[in-house]
């Protein structure tokens, strides 16, 4: 089945084919749905069979016309059922062409919403890995500031507070960051 949904060959023009039959489908949908109205108006302003028929006996005078009002009832259930059944058939059409506008608008959701869903995901992550990044920057550099008071614990305990809290700052930010590129490329690679 995918290889009749893609072509075969992976040439894209499943689109195009796609297209072309349900503007056929919808061509003739539409076209027996006129055929039948056009049936249904002429059967509506036609003469009544009966009045017909009283005037036939009329004209050839004769008087009993059970005969002929039997023939005009049974064209009459004759022409009633063929109507009934081109509706019927219209109907389903109908019903087959909503399924397949259905089946078109998933896969034209499929082609249009699911590349750009992965790729803003892609830039959401990259962007949050660079904001990860110049926090992880500052940190570095608040770190590079303090690092004369790595063995000074004794004489200035605050700056050396300072540069441990720096120091686990940016080692997490820094993660965070490289994590948030290495994610961004797996699901690039994906599609």
Not at 89 to 118: C, D, I, L, M, Y
Request: overall charge positive; some cysteine; hydrophobic content about 45%.
């Amino acid at each position: 089945m995918a290889s009749e949904l893609h072509g075969g060959d992976g040439s894209g023009y499943t689109a195009k084919m796609d297209s072309v039959r349900f503007g056929r489908a919808l061509g003739l949908g539409a076209r027996n749905a006129v055929k039948t109205m056009m049936m249904a108006a002429d059967a509506a302003t036609a003469e009544k069979p009966s009045a017909k028929t009283a005037r036939t006996n009329r004209a050839t005078g004769r008087a009993g016309g059970a005969a002929a009002s039997q023939t005009a009832a049974k064209a009459t259930a004759q022409a009633a059922r063929a109507v009934t059944q081109k509706a019927a058939s219209t109907a389903a059409q109908a019903r087959e062409v909503k399924r397949g506008v259905a089946r078109g608008g998933r896969k034209f959701g499929e082609a249009v919403w699911g590349p750009f869903v992965r790729l803003s995901g892609v830039l959401w992550l990259e962007v949050t890995g660079v904001f990860f990044g110049i926090f992880s920057l500052f940190a570095m550099g608040t770190v590079w500031k303090l690092r004369g008071a790595w063995h000074s614990t004794a004489t200035n305990a605050t700056d050396h507070h300072r540069l441990l809290g720096a120091a686990a700052m940016a080692i997490t930010f820094a993660y965070f960051c490289v994590s948030g590129f290495v994610k961004a490329h797996r699901r690039e690679r994906r599609r």
